[in-house]
């Protein structure tokens, strides 16, 4: 119905924002959904996880 028509629309303008931004959302919280993502190379959950946490990403690291 409209309901439906509507979210759809607004999910598809956020997501045509987003690809204009050239950004990637933020990772998920749930990371039980991470090891199967198709985004998992690019958005590196992990790393991002560990650097909001204060850790510092070692150069020489190739998994930080």
Same mark, same amino acid.
């Given at each position: $119905?409209? =309901?439906?028509? %509507?979210? +759809? =629309? @607004?999910?598809?303008? /956020? @997501?045509?924002? #987003?690809?204009?931004? $050239? *950004?990637? &959302?933020?990772?998920? %919280?749930? @990371? *039980?959904?991470?090891? *199967?993502? /198709?985004?998992? $190379?690019?958005?590196? &959950? %992990?790393? @991002?996880?560990? #650097?909001?946490?204060?850790? =510092? &990403?070692?150069? +020489?690291?190739? %998994?930080?």
């Amino acid at each position: $119905g409209p =309901v439906l028509r %509507e979210r +759809f =629309v @607004v999910a598809t303008q /956020s @997501v045509r924002a #987003m690809l204009a931004a $050239g *950004r990637l &959302p933020p990772p998920t %919280e749930d @990371v *039980r959904r991470c090891p *199967r993502c /198709s985004m998992h $190379g690019r958005c590196q &959950p %992990e790393a @991002v996880r560990r #650097m909001a946490a204060g850790a =510092v &990403p070692d150069a +020489f690291d190739p %998994e930080a």
